[in-house]
């Protein structure tokens, strides 16, 4: 199966279905780099060198621009456009995931845990309605 998704079914190509709204939530969420996440965080978290908010930024920045080219390499289609939605939208699920977990926002003096799981409900909620142009 394909990480890119599917919003055209071609006859002349066969079946491949157009993809709905749980396999839309299960291609948006980049969980190769979220479990990235969570063993860098939990090595970070673990060390007591004063740097832990540092480097928990430093990798949540470094993060970031992994979802973005892993999210590229996985749905590239060198006869189609790039998947620039998809890539933004996993992009921000990370970002969203991460905020929601705390850390490195909780050095942040307006973070409150429930805004990270109010923004984490409503976002995944969002996100599965956009449906890409450029499939």
């Known amino acids: 199966m394909s990480r890119r998704i599917v919003t055209e079914e071609f006859q002349s190509r066969g079946k491949q279905a157009v993809d709905g709204y749980f396999d839309r939530l299960i291609k948006y969420i980049p969980s190769e780099i979220i479990g990235f996440w ?13 740097q832990e908010t540092r480097l928990l930024w430093i990798f949540f920045v470094v993060g970031i ?11 590239y289609d060198p006869q189609k456009p790039i998947a620039l939605t998809q890539i933004a939208i996993s992009s ?7 905020f929601a977990t705390g850390e490195p926002f909780s050095s942040l003096e307006f973070y409150r845990p429930y805004y ?13 309605l956009v449906v890409p142009k450029e499939s």
Do not use: N, P, R
């Not at 921000?92 to 991460?98: D, P």
């Not at 923004?119 to 995944?124: A, K, M, Q």
């Open 38 to 50: 969570l063993a860098i965080s939990g090595i970070i978290k673990s060390s007591e060198d004063g």
């Open 65 to 75: 621009i992994l979802t973005a080219g892993w999210i590229f390499k996985q749905t």
């Open 92 to 98: 921000g699920a990370f970002v969203v995931w991460v």
């Open 116 to 128: 990270g799981s109010l923004l984490l409900i409503t976002y995944t909620s969002i996100l599965t």
